[in-house]
DNA sequence: ACATATCTATACCATCCTGTATATTTTTTG
DNA sequence: CAAAAAATATACAGGATGGTATAGATATGT
């Protein structure tokens, strides 16, 4: 991939997260890359197109830095699980997180017809799909039940983090999650 | 306040959570409320204040019908907090649900300078602190943290619903809501 | 019936937005 | 160095948007 397109990306990336998708317009988006039109739309034939690329690659990043980490702390399902929210505090802290973008774009997009509130719903679910394996593999039996739990509760607070930062949301997303995960464990 | 005021707020409001805020124009309210741009410019100064209107106006909706349904179901604060998620469920449910209208708004505007931005903010903080309330008078010892963890099981789960419906993420975000009660009550 | 306030109808302006046309310059590659 | 590919500069079309101007219609209350 050309290193324009990738800047592109980056940077759209980071208007998206910081004005909103709809807010930031492609002159924007090419102004602060340093690029032009032109430029960007011979990488990218559409805007949506555009959004639809960041939102994939912010996705696929996040799905990929989370996995490396979990089986580089350990091998063991259950130990993986219980590592699970200190792994998404310190992804929130990192100095370039830009949110869950499926979150914010589904917002903005909320038609089910939409291309990009549907890419979103599909992350949403194949992040709530990755969880439920992480606790099947712990020998959590009902592992549908507690992944949904444990998604509304990242998404609640990767929401409320954004909403009023500081608030502690992961905090104490990360309690609440222990008692759930316990909980789960020993039925 | 005028009928036809109503009607446009309540128009809005409807637009605003089906097809997102930025993406629906004036003239699409007013078609759709069965009026005219001049008398929706005569109620609200801009389409911000229209915003802000609606947002408040549901806030308050909501607020009021929760507390009411509370306190007529029991006066025992444990009671109330028990049955606080069955009636959110029932919330989700009514026919003229119209979201949680200030996760999504906070997500179109996420500048925190922003106005709406701001109140959504506002509105997230006040329903934690009502959450503290309902369960400092049942005695939970740390109420603060209660709240923000249901209160992100809630705005999750709202988020979840309204991505993929017919998840079950209200009755499994009950049960966590159950599990995390009973905890906090016994310690 | 008269005066006042509210609502309608319609046209319009200025601005912003996505996307394209055209021509020129830079970079890469053989 | 020559040819091809990629990037720039700039201008502009076409449409949607928020908001206003003007003038007429309808309703309300006295």
Known sequence: ???LKQK???????LFHTRGINSTGVDTIVAVAGTTKMTLYKH?????????EVLRKGHQD???WLSEKLSNHSKKPTEKL????DFMEEWVNSPDYQGMAFLKAS???????NAIHRLSAEQSEAF???LSLLAKDAGVADHEGLSLQL???IEGAMQAEHMRRGSGSIKYAKKAAKILIDDALKS
Chains 1, 2 share one sequence.
């Open 128 to 130: 709530r799909a990755y």
């Open 44 to 52: 990218f034939t559409s805007k949506e197109i555009l959004i639809l």
């Open 8 to 14: 592109i990306l980056h940077v759209a990336s980071d």
């Open 107 to 113: 917002a903005e997009f909320p038609e089910e017809s």
């Open 82 to 85: 219980r590592k699970l929210f």
């Open 151 to 153: 998604s509304l509760l």
């Open 1 to 3: 991939m050309s290193l």
């Open 62 to 64: 996040f799905q990929l």
